[in-house]
């Protein structure tokens, strides 16, 4: 069973640093993209990062370029999410998810909240 | 950027009811579609992949097709489990763009 165990979040300070992180199981985590989606209190949904499966190749929204950096660790079976320079619109859940070998996701975390807020 | 306009944005229907949710996307994206649904308190669920393969495990009265570039979701004989918020997302470039979501409420 696919399994997405997203941790990391809570208050942050304007201009502060978190970083996320996301545990998988159930699936051969090198084999495949993986990816940030966010949701502001709100507001709808946007996907603001992905990640090869080697780590070699990643995407990044205009809205968080050179502020974020997504990584992952594929001995442990785990994506990361490294986010600097944080300002108030980026209150939101963060959701990883994984992305299906075509193509768009297919499983998500549970999703965790961070709000920066002075 | 590919705009996905999605509709109604909040219906109300009753059990063993059909309801119908379109997404039309600004330009052609192939079938690079995505229906998931959201329910507060538990993670994303994806509903439907590439237009309209169920995806494993989503309840099989979800169906997903495509007239040129309005997509829709289809929910048959509609269950008290499906109150949630639907939305469609394109993934054929970048930026992965989502709809607007549509509530729906169970009479």
């Known amino acids: 069973e696919v399994q997405l165990l997203d941790s990391g979040g809570g208050l942050v ?43 070699g190749k990643t995407y990044y929204a205009d809205s968080v370029k050179g502020r974020f950096t997504i990584s992952r660790d594929n001995s442990k079976n785990t994506l990361y999410l490294q986010m600097s320079s944080l300002r ?7 959701y990883c998810a994984k992305t299906r070998a ?8 549970q999703g965790t909240l961070v709000t920066v807020s002075s | 950027d590919i705009q996905m306009t999605q509709s109604p944005s909040s219906l109300s229907a009753s059990v063993g009811d059909r309801v119908t949710i379109t997404c039309r996307a600004s330009q052609g ?5 995505t229906w998931f649904r959201l329910k507060p308190g ?3 669920k994806t509903l439907i992949y590439a237009t309209s393969t169920l995806q494993p495990g989503a309840p099989s009265h979800f169906s ?8 829709t979701l289809t ?16 993934y054929k470039s970048y930026p992965y763009t989502f709809g607007q979501g549509t509530k729906l409420e169970i009479k």
């Open chain 1, 13 to 55: 300070q304007p201009g502060g640093s978190l970083r996320l992180s996301c545990a998988a199981s159930g699936f051969i985590f090198s084999n495949y993209a993986m990816s940030w989606v966010r949701q502001a209190p709100d507001m709808g949904l946007q996907y603001i990062s992905d990640i090869s499966g080697n780590g």
């Open chain 1, 88 to 94: 108030a619109d980026d209150t939101a859940v963060y």
């Open chain 1, 102 to 109: 075509a193509g768009g996701v297919d499983y998500w975390g």
């Open chain 2, 29 to 33: 994206i192939s079938n690079f579609l």
């Open chain 2, 42 to 44: 538990k993670p994303p």
């Open chain 2, 64 to 71: 997903g097709s495509v007239s040129g570039t309005d997509f």
């Open chain 2, 75 to 90: 929910i048959n004989s509609l269950q008290p489990d499906d109150s949630a918020t639907y939305y469609c997302q394109q």
